[in-house]
């Protein structure tokens, strides 16, 4: 039946000859331009989730300290005395991918957005980022400007960027990943949802003016970047987090005075996908005039003003008789503030020109009928014969060489280069800095505080997609664990390639499966998260990249601990029992060149036992320093310790059994802490006793003291040494 | 070998939103330049360099402004070269 | 003894809230907003003017802030002996304002740094430092793109030969290194006053070294002597 | 009243250190331009204003470069005016 549609029209607004039909077939007509564009918009991955959401009913939101769960535009946990946190995680790899700058900048920006349309103050900010190696120029431009962009974006916010990590392999080469997290704080009864109800409320428009970028960003996002991505280019759109500033500013005041009824921030798919939404949870229609609205440009059309992705500008609805209340507001700061239209009862979306009528779509149509996509899923057989693959450790360099080069990996070596560049400090909060296990932002006025971290190990989910998203899950706690922190929630960002490919779906299918089920098990509820496909360069997609945000809630500050030794004498103690796990690990990778073999077992019970024995301690005030063992291991964790807190370690107790050397020292078993304890007090013994009592195994197996960092008969390296290979990894 | 300087101006492309510019234009209309319709920011680097020739000189800065001076996906450059010290 | 701080807030500003907690919450002391519209500075001892990016840092850090209605106010309450602090982007609008000389360029290594500092307090005789053992370093945080303090080698001459150079970065024995700059400032310069004695600029953030929890209170010292001192304002 | 277009070029005294400057002529080095002795960043504005006529207009941007646009402790700064639209 397919009328005569010209497919690179379909494309333009990547849609299927079949997806056209059912548009026909619903509307009973044929859409005109401006309405096939909103349904392109509203239909496309990166709005309608066509592809994963199926998926996405396997993570449960549920549990007693969550107030909002997925399907805002952030989650929302209770942390007590009145107080709620909001957060979320998104991606923005393929504009960073386009201009790195401007692209990871919008990515914050963006992110922030979510937090305060939710009405919460934005306390803290994190990005989880995925480069090639930085031997490679183009990689090099990526990863400074991405980091230019994140510090640029936060830094004139007002924000502290807290936290994040930074990952290099060469599957992300053309493809970085730009994973930006927000977490704001409110008061949990003034929580705003973004909800267009009452009939003949307003609906304005407020912060900057539309121009015409960004343009098609929400279909951008969701096909694979080619050649043809050069000419979208236009589509890039350049952030103003000044103007982000003031308009947070404002819309903190909007909801402290009660002045709005409902707020939605313009995102991908800009004032198409906000009015639908809010009108969709409104369960109410919207009726808009695109002549209403600002311009930064003359000539633009309906079809421009709907697809414009131009930032900083948010939705607002609003009875009549607050209006003059709001336009005050807005006049402070002096922002542009438009009534557009109003909530009707009509069920549409209805969109004119001035008197012209331009789109007149039932929202339903939108929302509810995006047509679910269930690709073929199955797994690689090449992936599973390199996970079966063992870890063949003769030819290494031994273990001196392979932890001097371990401390200069770039996935290991330390981040101060980047995280100075970002300020961590304003608001006054951060009691824990970047370059811990998690970040530690305090809550003014309580003794509280939250741990905030994101993990996300490619190269275990490479390996296996389903064990790895899990282990992602775990190490986030035991992140948020080590500061002295309950785990609450988690955010997840699912990054993947193109999931038209049967391997690339299942690794979908089989990460999303894994990672539910140790949030589950771990019972850290998944309140929000993001979907970005399609990271595919030349046909290549990149690992399957789940990152994990979590937060972490710490009832009495004074409990806070750090990664840093403090005191030479005290103990050092290993929480956690080590086995020959060398598969998927930082030693596999860097020291003897392969990725392959079998990622770190998981096993829930233990790292639940683990994270309690952990918090006991911590609570009782009885460790002086703790860390949890990731990547390089044991060695890499005893030399963060000693780099922490500037002075070296001693570890002359451990056992071996039957563990090869490398295993010891570099694998990467989890559920596993490296802590340290005043010897004197009888501290020791409480804590030994303490973890044999949950059943967990515990070893003192040296002392902190000297200039070198020694472990047994393998390791010796003056501390200065090893730090200024630390130092210098990232070149 | 000659000396020339290199005049470039590096802009951003016309329709790419300049925050700059728009806090610019702001700040003259509030300082009581009513007049003043919209302002665009851009850069605008002297470059002194060595070249065998004029044409040598602008194909190096022409290189230059690709390669580093300007973001060819959001900004145009133009440029002038002027020779300011005879071939010694 | 008591003071009233003034803590402006300019578009773009974010260092208020953490100023006002510096001397409300942590010293007790009485502070309110201005907004950068409003002209009324009565009752005040201090005007802070707090970090941030005033207007997004745009054209030149604090370009756009100097010419707001409340910098006339600011000068005129400066004029008559009224304590000004500025903090970070509130030094940059200082010295935008000609209140203070030189001026803020870009960080020498082009980048943005937020890290501690140790700063060597030069002039324990200004009502900013009089609660300063005398020679003693402070331990307080920057973070800031453009701190490069520049002024003509006749002022520089004149701001060390009056002792208008209050605060130096130094390194942990109180050597004024090069390596202890972190922003290639003239003189390893953090901070000066004006003639009268009464205007401070300094680009560290006393505010965020205000707390124990936070690692160190020594930016307080700074707050408390201007409170010890706030008896010397008379401007009503 | 007719339109103009004012180009403003403002730059830092000559005596003033310039990081951006020094950092952009390592960065072209480090490219292989070995000709390069010097780079002097500054800012390049266009700012489309109406005035009655060119002496106005001219005397407006002058007084916003003082005022605003250049800051005098460390910058030049200098000019062009041309009209583009004309008297209505
Ligand atoms: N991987 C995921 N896990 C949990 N929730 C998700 C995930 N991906 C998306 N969501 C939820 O789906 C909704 C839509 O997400 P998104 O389109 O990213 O929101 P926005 O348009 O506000 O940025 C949000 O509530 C988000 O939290
Ligand atoms: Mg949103």
Redesign the pocket.
Known sequence: MTAAIDPTILHEVALTPPEYDRIVELLGREPNRVELGIFGAMWSE??G?KT??P??RN?S?AGPAVLQ???????AVDIGEGWAVVF?I?SHNHPSAIEPHAGAATGVG??L??VF?MGAFPIAALDSLRFGPLDQPRNRHLFGGVVGGIGDYGNCFGVPTVGGEIYFEDCYTENPLVNAMAVGLIRRDRLMR?RAEGKGNLVMLVGADTGRDGIHGATFASVELSQDSESRRPAVQVGNPFLEKLLMEACMQLIKEELVVGM??L??AGLT?STV?SASKGGMGIEIDVAEVSRREQGMDAYEVMLSESQERMLIIVEPERQNDVLRVFRKYDLHADVIGEVTDTGRLVVRDGERVEADVPVGLLVDEVPYRYPEAHPSPERAAIRAQAIDLTGGPGPAEAFRRLLASPNIASREGVFRTYDHQVQNNTVVLPGGDAAVVRIKGTRRAIAITTDGNGRYTYLDPRLGAALAVAEAARNVVATGARPLAV????NFGNPEKPEVFWELQQA?EGMAEACRELEVP??????SLYNDTSGVSVWPT?VVGMVGLIEDIAAVTRVGFTSPGDVIVLIGESAEELGGSEYARTVLGTVAGHPPRVNYDLEFRTNDVVLEMINQGFLNSAHDLADGGLAIAVAESCFAGGVGARIDQLKRGDLSPEALLFGETQARYLVSIDPGERRLAEVLATARAHKVSVRAIGVVGGDRIEIGEWISEPLADARAAWEGGLG | MAGYTAEVYVVLKPLVNDPEGLVIGDGLRNLGFAGVKTVRSGKYLTIELEADDRAEAEQQVEEACQKLLANPVIEDYRFTVREVSAAT | MAASFGVVVFPGTWSDRDCFYAVHDQLHQEARYIWHKERDLSGLDCVILPGGFSYGDHLRCGAVASLSPVMDEVREFADRGGFVIGICNGFQVLCESHMLPGALLRNASTQFRCMPTNLLVENTSTPFTTEVTPGSVLRVPISHGEGNYYADPETLRMLEDTGRVVFRYVDGGGAATPEANPNGSANNIAGIVNEAGNVLGMMPHPERASDPLLGGEDGLEIFRSIVENSDRVVVG
């Not at chain 1, 955010?491 to 699912?494: E, K, N, V, Y």
């Not at chain 1, 998944?526 to 979907?531: A, L, P, Q, R």
């Open positions: 990166h709005c989730y994963s959401k998926l996405l993570f939101s769960g997925p399907g805002e535009n952030a989650g979320k998104e963006g992110i957005r979510d349309t973004a939605q921030d995102g991908a996908s939404e955010t997840d960002c699912l999303v998944v309140v929000s998260g993001n979907v789940p």
